[in-house]
């Protein structure tokens, strides 16, 4: 596990090209050895070949072989965690108890992903047997069954260094579903990539995979990043960042001469609406679990409410009173990279200038070398401000939050058509807010992933059920989750089989089912 700051290509690692990169600590704003030297247009070759190659291999192990694989990773992470979280903690500022917790959730989802290919229903096998008899026409039989796409090039989170990282959600999947993997890590979290980069390629040899199952390219999503995209090999994307950063990619695929998907989660402002029922009993404990909520990690999860719509009421001046206490006292914190506080302060500067917002809290920061460190901020207007601006709606991404004032339940109503795409929407009721407000929610459901009732949607279960996506922008694709084990399902396509002899099928297909799956026979639900 020692860091050389190199690209690694299957079982290999890159040769040092041009001037070495260094890692930064957001928190002193010192630099970190080793340097890092961005992959090479050959780098890029190098290992999409591989995957390709890999891939006529990978395609057909298993879901046993492939489980041994994602649980070795799992393993190797976890016997070199004090070490990873070591240097995350370096990278990132993201406290000790935090890093421990996002390397538990990894080595999860991991284990989580290779007991589902094992079951092997994600596979979703469906036999229709043929009917010879059948008229006016005989009825042929049709199987068919989920195959991996091919090699996939994954994007790494720069919020989430581990679970949303190398290793993460989407690598998870892919390795999972047969795809070979190209990651292509965060800027913000060299060595971290490194290092979990280091665990990968150790499990693929512990297990033999082919070479060029997994491979890690440092360097710019503009050179590396669109270089994978848009090579004739790769045959999906996997992307966790910013808005233009996912449409850059989007329009990258969209223009190849054979377009490929792009999964890309591109932010939200996650809407959290506050009925009055709930504000009467309440108010209070609202108040501070979403100060909670919007503050927690510095405001830099991608579901931390950035938006609240408040039925206004005494007992929503109480809430507001509580929570202006609670976001003024926040202490300040430090961000991921000096990039991302920029761009949340001129995110707040935005709001603070535009007429009829009020900015309620503001935690003072006094400059520090590498102007990572963020003051939480909260800002106030009525319904009619926010209607006339769709600006208000866009993400501000850190501790800050915007909440808008509506007398009447129809203000409501129009606030939640006017939104854009959301991973998740929150309501805050009691069982007659609910009765009432059956037209918000039917709104809502057109606009979020997931519906969260009277909690917060930061934390995001790692489960079966779990959607974490939702309508355009806050994902390229509405119907895709990127946490959960339907997050499979990106990397996959159907193939479908007619009349082939049994020996020919592959064994979900076999009429003597050898891997003894659930399957979908004639219609009905069959168990082994």
Request: a neutral charge; hydrophobic letters at 40%; charged letters at 20%.
């Amino acid at each position: 596990m020692k860091l050389e700051g190199l690209s690694i290509i299957g079982q290999s690692r890159a040769r040092p090209a041009g001037k070495p990169k260094p890692a930064v600590n957001p928190a002193t704003g010192t630099t970190l050895e080793p340097g890092y030297f961005w992959a090479t247009s050959a780098d890029v070759e190098r290992a999409v070949q591989l995957a390709a190659e890999a891939f006529v291999e990978f395609r057909r192990w298993p879901g046993g072989r492939r489980a041994n694989l994602l649980r070795r990773i799992a393993e190797l992470i976890e016997g070199h965690a004090a070490l990873i979280q070591q240097r995350a903690n370096q990278e990132t500022a993201l406290p000790p108890g935090r890093l421990q917790g996002e390397t538990a959730r990894t080595c999860g989802q991991l284990r989580l992903f290779a007991s589902l290919i094992e079951e092997g229903w994600w596979c979703d096998a469906r036999i229709d047997h043929a009917d010879p008899n059948r008229k006016p026409l005989p009825k042929p039989d049709v199987r068919s069954m989920r195959m991996p796409l091919g090699p996939v090039a994954v994007f790494s989170s720069s919020n989430f260094p581990l679970a949303f990282s190398v290793a993460g959600g989407d690598t998870a999947s892919a390795l999972a579903a047969g795809c070979p993997v190209i990651v292509k890590p965060h800027q913000g979290h060299l060595g971290t990539s490194e290092l979990v980069g280091l665990a990968a390629q150790q499990a693929a040899q512990n297990c033999e995979a082919p070479e060029g199952t997994f491979s890690l390219l440092f360097g710019p999503g503009r050179d590396v990043g669109l270089a994978l995209v848009k090579h004739p090999l790769i045959k999906a994307v996997g992307f966790t960042g910013s808005r233009s950063g996912g449409r850059a990619l989007m329009d990258a695929a969209a223009a190849r001469s054979e377009p490929i998907p792009v999964y890309a989660e591109m932010g939200s402002v996650n809407p959290v609406f506050l009925l009055g029922g709930a504000l009467e009993q309440n108010a209070e404990t609202i108040a501070a679990g979403l100060h909670a909520s919007v503050t927690q990690g510095v405001g830099q999860f991608c579901t931390n409410p950035g938006l609240v719509f408040v039925e206004y009421s005494a007992a929503a001046q109480i809430f507001l009173q509580k929570l202006e206490g609670a976001m003024a006292a926040t202490p300040p914190g430090t961000m991921l990279t000096a990039g991302l506080c920029a761009a949340y302060r001129s995110g707040v500067e935005k709001f603070s200038r535009t007429a009829g917002v009020r900015r309620a809290a503001n935690v003072p920061v006094e400059a520090v070398q590498d102007g990572a460190q963020a003051g939480a901020a909260l800002f106030v207007t009525d319904v009619a401000t926010f209607l006339d601006n769709p600006a208000l709606m866009d993400e501000v991404f850190g501790p800050a939050t915007l909440v808008v004032k509506c007398g009447a339940r129809e203000h409501l109503l129009a606030a939640a058509r006017q939104l854009e795409g959301q991973l998740t929407a929150t309501i805050h009721g009691i069982p007659e807010d609910f009765s009432a407000n059956q037209e918000l929610i039917a709104i809502l459901e057109t606009k979020a992933g997931r519906l969260v009732c009277n909690g917060f949607p930061t934390g995001v279960e790692v489960c079966h059920a779990m959607t974490h996506g939702g309508p355009y922008p806050a994902t390229a694709d509405g119907r895709s989750t990127s946490v959960g084990t339907r997050a499979i399902e990106r990397f996959v396509r159907t193939a479908c089989y007619q009349n082939f002899s049994e020996a020919a099928l592959p064994d979900a297909l076999k009429e003597s089912n050898p891997l003894h799956l659930w399957r979908l026979v004639d219609g009905n639900w069959k168990r082994p």
